[in-house]
């Protein structure tokens, strides 16, 4: 069971000593891997896939039969600023899609065979504007990672956590650039497909924003409440909760990579049992992913958000599993392994 969070410093302990990988689960896993009816590497990367989950899940042969989705939605004070091509009423009618099954997330992770949960969270109460204040106060940054720590299935065997929030494409690329450095105009896109005079005001925000706060980031929990939204910090509770429960998770695009970032900006290895499920094609997801030294599963050019091409990799991950449990070894098939 997850102990229960009493603050933001008790966050950052239970993230400093959250388990590992079991290196006797992966050894036996490798020595399976070399011991079935194919030629050595010749899954490729399918091979190191099974291997890292199984290190994960403590067994040689693991299996995918629970897999989670959960999908965050909140709202964002920067909005009024204009740094998006929809109004933020868009986040509540998006959540109601979701629980009508309306959604391309719905499909996906009925597809995978996974659970999916919808998390509204407190969307009447947008953050504050990041270029005048901090985005949330400790209290408020404290419920919001409480509600993302507590969301995550402790029966599940595979998470994925996606997000819907007007604007968060802003804050996403105001905590990246607070916690890898750079210019605002390289880590800010056009997110929902604003044009360029959209993309220069939203770049403007962004600037601001980080030049407000970044005296006062020490750590990547520093940069969720000064930039970031409560979708943005329940992703990040909820990736952070899955560790202490060893379930393997599969980071979606750029907005799941920043809540991720800043956990790996607060403890070394906190992204261990993460996987990148795809790179988007908002410009500069490619190389966040190079900052988190995550290789995407799939490039399809996405730009949904939800979770949905982390739901879409799940069948890669279900497939590396299939292959490495299933499949017969040399002795057990009768061949001759040369």
């Given amino acids: 069971m997850l102990p229960e969070l009493t603050d933001l410093d008790h966050f950052r302990t239970l993230l400093s000593q959250a388990p590992d990988v079991d290196p006797a ?18 899954l490729a990367r399918l091979e190191d896939l099974a291997i890292w989950y199984g290190g994960w899940r403590q067994t040689d042969r693991p ?9 965050f939605a909140g709202n964002h004070g920067i909005t009024k600023q204009g740094v998006s091509a929809f109004p933020s009423e868009v986040t509540a009618q998006m959540v109601m899609n ?14 995978a065979g996974a659970r999916l949960d919808v998390q509204a969270l407190e969307l009447d109460q947008p953050t504050h504007d990041f270029t005048q ?43 990246v650039c607070a916690l890898f450095g750079g210019e605002a105009a390289d880590w800010t896109g056009r997110g929902t497909g604003v044009d360029d005079a959209g993309l220069a005001n939203k770049t403007r925000v962004v ?4 030049s407000m706060h970044q005296s006062s980031i020490k ?14 910090v329940a992703m990040a509770g909820a990736i952070a909760a899955a560790r202490m429960l060893r379930i393997p998770v599969v980071l ?3 907005i799941c990579c920043a809540a991720a970032a800043c956990l ?14 795809h790179q988007s094609s908002e410009n500069a997801h490619a190389s966040l992913l190079e900052k988190l030294g995550k290789e995407p599963l799939l490039s399809l050019g996405l730009r949904l958000g939800e979770g949905s091409g982390a739901a879409l990799a799940i069948q890669i991950l279900k497939g590396a599993v299939a292959c490495h449990s299933g499949m017969a070894t040399f002795a057990e098939a009768g061949v001759s392994d040369g």
Avoid: Y
């Fill in 207 to 210: 600037r601001e924003g980080v």
């Fill in 98 to 111: 979701f629980e009508h099954g309306g959604a391309a997330i719905n499909q996906l992770a009925a597809l």
């Fill in 133 to 175: 204040q901090k985005a949330l106060n400790d209290s408020e940054l404290l419920a919001a990672l409480q509600a993302g720590w507590g969301s995550v299935d402790p029966t599940s065997d595979l998470l994925v956590v996606g997000e819907m929030g007007i604007g968060n494409t802003t804050s996403a690329a105001a905590l």
């Fill in 219 to 232: 750590d990547g929990v520093d940069a969720l409440g000064c930039l970031g939204g409560r979708e943005i």
């Fill in 63 to 71: 299996v995918i039969e629970s897999p989670q989705v959960v999908i």
């Fill in 25 to 42: 689960a992966v050894a036996a896993a490798e020595r399976r891997n070399g011991q079935l009816t194919k030629p050595p590497g010749a």
């Fill in 252 to 254: 979606d695009g750029f």
């Fill in 264 to 277: 790996a900006q607060t403890i070394d290895g906190a992204l261990d049992h993460c996987v990148a499920g």
